[in-house]
């Protein structure tokens, strides 16, 4: 059975919104949770970090398009801070190269690459021992390439990596973007990032153009979710807390954005996807980024 590469980095990215940073205290959203999935194939490799987030109002998730209606819309929201890997950038979409060079072990190095990548983020910042964002992935790919006893050259590391600069945006981005920025909201990337990683991949994807500006964790030297982090989005985009909407796909991106008291959207891209219990909720949950438009309160 094919095993949902998303759902098993959700499993391991919930680790990072454990670090003791993160303060204390909730945000509580009626209704009731979603069902928890089955156990991830993984989940000896992921050391059962598997959680999600609750929905907002009712059970279960909302078809694409109807996060739209007036009870749901939200107020006073004059910018959004997007993460990147996973939200806006496919992640494995290096899959494809990774099983040109290593034929039959594809889409196993992807995975495990993603894995170390997201673990030591969280160990160096629990370590305090800071090193930038295209370092660890690097890091993380000489790692699964030696895991998996396989040749990784320095051809093909170099190929890999240059891979991570050009990932595929997901569908609904460009679109979603484009509808925002027609709102008159500004749109932000903050993520952990090294910025010239983030430029380039945006420049690749092609929505640089509708970004106001791009937030790294090397401002602070820290990674999610450190609140250091999240306080980097109402500081340099000149809003209140509240006033800023902060968009992630990782369920645990948004425990630590909702800790550290901004106004959190998930993007449930995976609907059996259960919630998070950490304490911390989103305030709206929606399938896609084009769904976001539609939770704007009118001005006026």
Known sequence: MEIDRRAFVTALGAA???????????????????APAGPSPYASYASG???GLRPVAGAGLAPAGAASGQADAVEGIEAFAFDAYGTLFDVF??????????????????QRWRAKQLQYSLLRSLMGRHRD??????????????SLELDLTAARRAQLMDAYLSLEAFPDVRPGLEALGARGVRLAILSNGE???????ARSAGIDTLLDTIISVEEVRIFKVSPRVYNLGP?????????????????????GAASAGLTTF???RRAAEPPEELGFEADRVVAAITDLPGLLRAAG
Do not use: K
Not at 19 to 27: F, Q, V
Not at 133 to 146: E, I, M, Q, S
């Open 16 to 34: 990072v919104a454990a670090s003791p940073t993160a303060a204390e205290g909730s945000r509580p959203v009626a209704g009731a949770g979603l």
């Open 49 to 51: 970090w598997s959680r």
């Open 93 to 110: 979409s290096v899959t494809a190269l990774c099983e040109e060079l290593f034929p039959g072990n594809g889409d196993a190095l992807a």
């Open 133 to 146: 964002f295209w370092l660890v992935t690097g890091d993380a790919l000489v790692y699964a390439a030696r």
């Open 195 to 201: 910025p010239r990683m983030l430029e380039a991949a």
């Open 235 to 255: 500081e340099r985009l000149g809003v209140g807390r509240s006033a800023l909407g902060f968009v992630s796909s990782n369920a645990w991106d948004i425990a």
């Open 266 to 268: 998930w993007i449930q």
